[in-house]
């Protein structure tokens, strides 16, 4: 089991109040991700719930019981860092038997669950290398089998993915979700990266400033942001978001309009523009509009397929009003 | 960038220090194998003639050789063994975040810049000193018996006045060594479970094995040829006479420069096993 309770939870650096009081509820075997801008703290959070930082007010409640007081060991958590840290000096095998062999678990039940995380994770060629000689991505699989073999009540991930390369981060994205699946323990994951959010979560946590912005799942999030902050964090490339005339006429501050809801045609349309930089990308192509009539800002436009229009041609938008967001002066969704 | 030109310039330019170096050390190596086959006694005539390996035998069969190798690996390793200990103690306290730790981390290295000579007065004079020593005063405080240090308890005194001046080098090495050490694994190992006591059996003392290493190799080199600390505490005297300070006893005190340069070449033999020793137990730490 593994329910997580966070009651009016809060944390300050002397005077600097980084997490505000906070409510926060992570049902069993969700897969969360909290998510915000670098500075935000989501780290924080996460190393308050791991116990790695001590809470500087509020209670944290794991299965029910107050764990706010409790050593990280003793909650029943496992958690894998962005360093992976894992001990340089130790083989994987003994890396992985780390956390059994402080907890006094038998030998041969140690051996029984190395065997099958190793198996699990595709290690088990490199159970007597040393972390030096493994690369980043199998490094990451041997923090993550040390954090398997705990059988915690839930796992906590702290950006682990930031230190790979691009492909092989789609590559552990998979093999996360796949674990999750299989598993069906809980996973808190922090990030940075909405993509990684959007792509792994069952819900996500938005953060900014130690607010939580919006909880939800990632369609209820790109669909229905509760305010521009999340609208614009949410979604890749970002919400055109649109202020001035154009917005009052909807009677909002500020609209937004995702790329994909804007029709693009060289003949007719409500907004006309120049085309300036696009981006191909085969399946997709974003064009930056720029559009006199709602400011300096250029839109990003989404077309299907391969449009060719040049830099510097003209073209008419057209958005599509079903799929407006309206956002008032507080910038609250209306 | 290597070209031929630029490698011939390059070898050109490093020949000075190369030379003076091989000087330094071949000239003074051969000198002192040259006098240990002859008889040379400066003020009883000079240079008397070859003798063979009288004088190495001389040196061997005399009664004091074998305490003075003991006395030299008993200081060498008592110091060893306090150093790394206290010094690795000391490094984890002043790595804690503490008010004035600038300060504080001044005023532990300072022992280093104080020179053995002076440092050794100071103990024999200050501390040890069995009728105005500060360490007289607190026994008489509590009603005992002063310790006459330098003669009842000579090695250990000797032990703990070298060791007072190489903690600091221990201690600084080991400091930048744990400052190094990646919080994070420390974080992992405390989620893992472990014990303080455990983190720094599994995590701390294996990341500082190799500055271990070096402080280890490092001092043995300098401990093997102590002097002044002896020469101004007891003067050889009470079981604390080193094979350098035998070495310096034949050629100054007894003025026999042959007997004492075959003593030079045992010192030599003395510090490769040592060293052979330490580079099998130890020197595995270096690599990788």
Known sequence: ?334 | MATQHSRSAARLMMAPAVVLLLGWMLIPLTMTLYFSFKKYLPMRGGDLGWVGFENYSRFLSSSSFWPSITATLMIVGGVLIITVVLGILLAILLNQPMWGQGVVRILVIAPFFVMPTVSALVWKNMFMDPNYGLLAYLWKFFGAQPVEWLSQASLPSIIMIVSWQWLPFATLILLTAIQSLDGEQLEASEMDGASPLARFGYIVLPHLARAITIVILIQTIFLLSIFAEIFVTTGGAFGTKTLTYLIFQRVLESQNVGLGSAGGVYAIILANIVAIFLMRIVGKNLDA
């Open chain 1, 1 to 334: 089991m593994g329910r997580i309770t966070l009651d009016k939870v809060r944390k300050a650096f002397g005077d600097i109040e980084v997490i505000p009081p906070l409510d926060l509820t992570i049902e069993d075997g969700e897969f969360v991700v909290f998510v915000g801008p670098s500075g935000c703290g989501k780290s924080t959070l996460l190393r308050l719930i791991a116990g790695l930082e001590d809470v500087s007010g509020g209670q944290i409640r794991i299965d029910r019981e107050d764990a706010t007081e409790l050593p990280p060991a003793k909650r029943g958590l496992a958690m894998v860092f962005q360093s992976y840290a894992l001990y340089p000096h130790m083989s994987v095998r003994k890396n992985i038997a780390f956390p059994m062999k402080m907890a006094g678990v038998p030998h041969d039940e140690q051996e029984r669950r190395i065997a099958s995380a190793a198996k699990a994770l595709n290690l088990t060629d490199y159970l007597d290398r040393k972390p030096g000689q493994l690369s980043g991505g199998q490094r990451q699989r041997v923090a993550i089998g040390r954090a398997i073999v705990r059988e915690p009540a839930a796992f906590l991930f702290d950006e682990p993915l930031s230190n790979l390369d691009a492909a092989l981060r789609v590559g552990m994205r998979l093999e996360i979700s796949e674990l999750h699946k299989r598993l069906a323990t809980t996973m808190i994951y922090v990030t940075h990266d909405q993509v990684e959010a959007m792509t792994m979560a069952d819900k996500i946590v938005v953060l900014q400033a130690g607010r939580i912005e919006q909880v939800g799942t990632p369609l209820e999030l790109y669909n229905t942001p509760r305010n521009k902050f999340v609208a614009g964090f949410i979604g890749s490339p970002k919400m055109n978001l649109i202020e001035g005339d154009a917005a009052t006429q909807h009677g909002a501050t500020t609209i937004g309009i995702r790329p994909e809801h804007i029709g693009i045609s060289a003949e007719s349309g409500l907004w006309e523009g120049v085309v300036g930089v696009s981006e191909h990308l085969g399946s997709d192509t974003f064009f930056h509009v720029k559009v006199e009539a709602v400011g300096a800002e250029p839109l990003t436009v989404r077309a299907s397929g391969e449009v060719s229009l040049k830099y510097g041609d003209r073209v008419f938008l057209s958005p599509d009003m079903k799929n407006l967001h309206k956002f008032g002066a507080d910038g609250l969704r209306i």
